[in-house]
């Protein structure tokens, strides 16, 4: 077995069966899928079931106890030389597999992953959050152009791992939002190379209201405080930025009532991302969506990262005291 493709499931049967059906039309056949019930309430048996007969897949329920873990897991029952990490709000274009076992021929590398797009038929808020964590004027994305980087961090929405490799390093951590940048972390910091493939791309629904996305990045903003204790010389001035923003604009907003020409600032931020989201997307809607988008990416994190920055660098809570009903509940 050469691949082996582990899913963390919890509560998204539906997005499962978008997944599952993708799998089914890969151009490369030697893999098998692995799907971990998290402990959800709307379980994905019944969905698997139905693939039984077009997959080599394995299901099977656990307590809940989060992402990384769950992966872990699933990965303990792996047979495949390489292990790969969907999330099961992905879709997997059909050329994934050949892609990436072309790549792993002819470079020699521990681990990998690839970036993620929007296809045709998502909603348009799906499109713009998609645009927020991908944009230039956001801080979202996969940065640098290059086909391998030496220190690139694979995200575990689409990240592969030589299954030697995941079992030294223990697999993935407890924490709740930021493992799989722990993970990657880890993986450098024991000098292992990553390479990214940046064919090999997924379709990556992730929050189909901005309500949920905006809990989504406020937790990741939370994540990277926690990761930098865990890591120390980890933060970069690329994760400040979004809490810099918050702060900046506060200011702004709060000094035009002395000086209302500032708000010439924010407006002219909006413009950019409309004309920038209007070419990438070729839709005005979309772009409006994307200017809420761009904010909420950006305050959430922003926001996340200075509630953290307070409770855990000044206070020096712990992080489970800390984010106890946040992460836990």
């Known amino acids: 077995m050469y691949f082996s493709i582990v899913i963390p499931l919890y509560n998204r049967p539906d997005e499962l069966d978008e997944l599952l059906e993708s799998l089914c039309k890969q151009n490369f056949d030697n893999f098998e899928v692995i799907v971990a019930e998290d402990g959800s309430t709307l379980k994905g048996d019944q969905v698997v079931q139905k693939y039984a007969d077009r997959l080599n897949i394995n299901y099977f329920e656990k307590n809940n106890s989060g992402p990384g873990l769950t992966r872990n897991a699933g990965a303990d029952i792996a047979k495949g030389d390489y292990l790969i990490f969907f999330d099961s709000d992905c879709i997997i274009p059909p050329h994934y597999l050949s892609t990436v076992f072309a790549f792993l021929e002819t470079s ?21 959050i998609n645009y927020a964590m991908t944009s230039f004027f956001t801080t979202g994305g996969i940065r640098g152009g290059k086909r391998s980087m030496e220190k690139f961090h694979p995200r575990s929405f689409n990240l592969g791992v030589s299954r030697d490799v995941f079992n030294q390093l223990g697999g993935y951590g407890a924490m709740r939002f930021g493992e799989d940048i722990d993970f990657s972390l880890r993986l450098t910091e024991a000098g292992f190379h990553t390479a990214l493939i940046r064919e090999a791309y997924v379709y990556h629904k992730r929050r189909s209201t901005f309500r949920q996305f905006f809990k989504q990045v406020y937790n990741s903003g939370i994540a ?16 400040m930025l979004p809490a810099l923003f918050v702060t900046g604009m ?11 020409v500032l708000i010439l600032f924010p407006l002219f931020y909006c413009l950019m ?16 969506y994307s200017i809420a988008a761009a904010w909420i990416q950006l305050t959430g994190y922003g926001s996340g990262f200075l509630v953290a920055v307070w409770k855990r660098l000044i206070l020096k809570r712990g992080e489970f005291r800390a984010f106890e009903k946040k992460f836990y509940n």
């Open 108 to 128: 020699q590398t521990d681990a990998f992953g690839g970036p993620d797009a929007a296809l045709s038929t998502f909603s348009p808020i799906q499109k713009a």
């Open 224 to 239: 990277r405080i926690n990761l930098h204790l865990l890591h120390p010389g980890s933060l970069r001035l690329v994760h």
């Open 250 to 260: 506060a200011l702004i907003l709060i000094a035009t009532f002395l000086l209302p």
């Open 273 to 288: 991302v409309f004309i920038d989201s209007a070419r990438t997307n070729r839709s005005a809607k979309v772009a409006l």
